[in-house]
């Protein structure tokens, strides 16, 4: 298996405008994905996504840098990097945003598995459990985008 890529579409019946705002605003990321998130949507801004593990309270803080903000076309940000400190290796998700008649698709592209330099079973383990979390969290950023515009 290649492990090098996740990608994943959905089309949804909002304007990129909207949609942007969904995947680059913290007040709106916290509805779909993380229970906390906490960046300034600007290039070059320092952040954090966390977990909350509903059964034990605990939590899981993971660093983040924005990289790209291009409204309404694309929004990006490197994350588990392998230094605490935001340095060394990291994975690069990118959401891009393309108009569609009354529509957007959203395509998520995260990459950079194979640059981590984790060992063949940590790789593997990684990139399912990314490529299983991003299967439901890209229906959920979908299902939030629907109840959002359907109450404006």
Not at 16 to 39: G, K, L, N, T, Y
Not at 120 to 138: G, R
């Amino acid at each position: 298996m290649e492990h090098g890529s996740i990608e994943r579409d959905i089309h949804v019946d909002a304007s990129p405008e909207v949609v942007f705002e969904v995947i680059s605003r913290p007040e709106h990321m916290r509805e779909w994905w993380p229970d906390d998130a906490r960046f300034e949507p600007v290039a070059g801004a320092p952040g954090e996504l966390v977990w909350r593990d509903a059964e034990t309270g605990e939590t899981m803080t993971v660093a983040l840098a924005v990289v790209e903000v291009d409204p309404p076309k694309r929004f990006s940000f490197r994350w588990c990097f392998s230094d605490p400190d935001r340095n060394g290796q990291s994975l690069l998700v990118t959401f891009d945003l393309v108009p569609t008649g009354e529509g957007t698709r959203i395509r998520m592209t995260e990459t950079g598995f194979r640059e981590m330099g984790w060992e063949i079973a940590v790789l593997e383990e990684q990139y399912h459990d990314h490529e299983s979390s991003w299967d439901h969290y890209i229906r959920a950023l979908g299902a939030y985008v629907a109840r959002l515009v359907s109450t404006s």
